[in-house]
């Protein structure tokens, strides 16, 4: 079935770690591909987007993606987290022909100092 | 930053009562949706709306549900009848134009707990 899947459910990082989220979808075609954070308490604030181009994308807070077509694959990464970073990350693909969002299942980062 | 506001936070509801959840959109977006997620479950999508229309429906909508923009503001999503397994986090969203390069803003969420 075609879905989105974010392999990790739970990752747990001290302060000034590299962090690197796996997403990957199985979507034939021109996917556009997001990331969205949700702070604790907070809404869905979007990170990051791709749409075409350059396929490393530069998003808020010193977050980038990457976006590898033939792994099919858009991971996030930030070279060095902070406490304030702890929130729950997803990624989400707008397939062809539609503009609905498909989600994964999230990632819970928790940062510790 | 303008935002897309939801109200209530919070409803509890008695299985088989009729429910509305409401939705304030960024003032100069006109497309909207509704998105859900069961806790422990992904965010699921239900349902877009443009020009007083829906665009696109999950097989999650079924009659049951029902979506109205009855003023030049609000966006709201109605369970006729809820059930048990309605219970989840519904969240809204809009975006300024719609296809598919377009970001979506989300709202809060309003938690729907069926008793």
């Known amino acids: 079935a075609q879905s989105v899947s974010q392999h990790n459910h739970h990752v747990i990082l001290s302060e000034a770690a590299s962090l690197e989220l796996g997403c990957n979808y199985s979507?034939?075609?021109?996917?556009?591909l997001f990331w969205y954070v949700q702070y604790p308490g907070q809404h869905l604030q979007l990170l990051l987007k791709y749409f075409s181009g350059d396929p490393l994308v530069k998003g808020i807070k010193g977050f980038e993606a990457e976006f590898i077509k033939s792994k099919f694959s858009f991971n996030l990464r930030k070279p060095s987290v902070q406490w304030s970073d702890t929130a729950e990350y997803f990624c989400?693909?707008?397939?062809?022909?539609?503009?609905?969002?498909?989600f994964g299942t999230g990632t819970r980062l928790q940062v510790f100092p | 930053e303008p935002e897309v506001t939801q109200t209530p936070s919070h409803q509890v509801t008695q299985m088989g009562q009729e429910v509305i959840l409401r939705c304030v959109p960024i003032?100069?977006?006109?497309?909207f949706y509704w998105y859900r997620q069961i806790l422990g479950q992904k965010v699921e999508f239900l349902v877009s709306f443009y020009n007083n229309e829906i665009s696109e429906k999950s097989e999650i909508f079924d009659d049951q549900f029902s979506v109205e923009r009855p003023d030049g503001s609000n966006f709201t999503l109605k369970i006729r009848s809820t059930k048990l397994e309605d219970s989840a986090m519904y969240f809204c969203?809009?975006?300024?134009?719609?296809?598919?390069?377009?970001?979506?803003?989300f709202g809060d969420g309003t938690r729907l707990s069926i008793l």
């Open positions: 003032s100069n977006h006109l497309y």
């Open positions: 979507y034939g075609g021109t996917v556009n």
């Open positions: 989400a693909v707008n397939p062809p022909n539609t503009d609905k969002l498909i």
């Open positions: 969203a809009s975006s300024e134009r719609g296809g598919r390069n377009q970001p979506q803003h």
